[in-house]
């Protein structure tokens, strides 16, 4: 899944990355706090818009996603517990943050993802693009919505409670088939062709601070 943000990207979000993971699952369920995975902190949220995500379920103290059957990759149980989010703008990758690109894109490891991260996905660009004023697409950047009209298209999503959205991807699991997303396939040929023409960058002393 990919949701695009756009703006002028002179504003900063005006929280943190664990702010952001807890808006977008929780920060305390029964007394436990959320278990998750990550990459970026504080200052790559704010100067760089970065931040993957992943909530460990299968680590978490949640007994409702205990039910896993034996170690498979190919089994849905164990590859939606993989289920990365990832801000971003659309270029850094491919050209190791030399060039960023216009717009920022949000996106799963999935072409479909479980409630409970496509909860967390949504809101994700609702606090995001709300915090920038941005406007957002859904549609690879065809066309573009404000956030409000975002939040009203998927209330139905947006409304759930963290227990209502872990039920419904508990039946979930019994049909979806995890289709990685091909995003990322091409994302990996770009950037051995970017870096064929451009080369490795290299990264001096003042990169590293």
């Not at 896993?68 to 850094?92: G, H, Q």
């Not at 690109?101 to 660009?125: C, E, F, N, P, Q």
Request: glycine content about 4%.
């Amino acid at each position: 899944m990919r949701i695009y943000i756009k703006d002028d990207y002179t504003r900063k979000v005006p929280f943190g990355y664990r702010e952001l993971a807890w808006k977008m699952w929780f920060k305390e369920w029964n007394g436990q706090p959320i278990t998750y995975s990550n990459v970026g902190d504080d200052e790559m949220l704010k100067d760089d818009f970065y931040f993957v995500v992943s909530f460990d379920k299968w680590r978490f103290c949640d007994s409702r996603w205990n039910n896993i059957p034996s170690y498979d990759l190919k089994n849905p149980w164990n590859s939606f517990k993989y289920e990365n989010i990832s801000l971003e703008f659309e270029k850094t990758f491919i050209t190791e943050w030399r060039e960023r690109g216009d717009y920022l894109r949000i996106a799963t490891s999935h072409t479909d993802v479980l409630s409970v991260d496509k909860r967390a996905m949504y809101i994700m660009a609702v606090e995001v693009a709300g915090a920038i004023d941005g406007q957002i697409s859904e549609d690879d950047k065809e066309t573009w919505m404000d956030v409000e009209t975002f939040k009203k298209l998927h209330k139905d999503v947006l409304s759930l409670t963290y227990d209502e959205a872990v039920e419904i991807s508990l039946e979930e699991l019994k049909t979806m088939v995890p289709v990685r997303d091909p995003l990322w396939e091409e994302e990996e040929r770009l950037r051995e062709e970017y870096i064929k023409i451009h080369g490795e960058r290299v990264y001096d002393d003042e990169d590293d601070e």
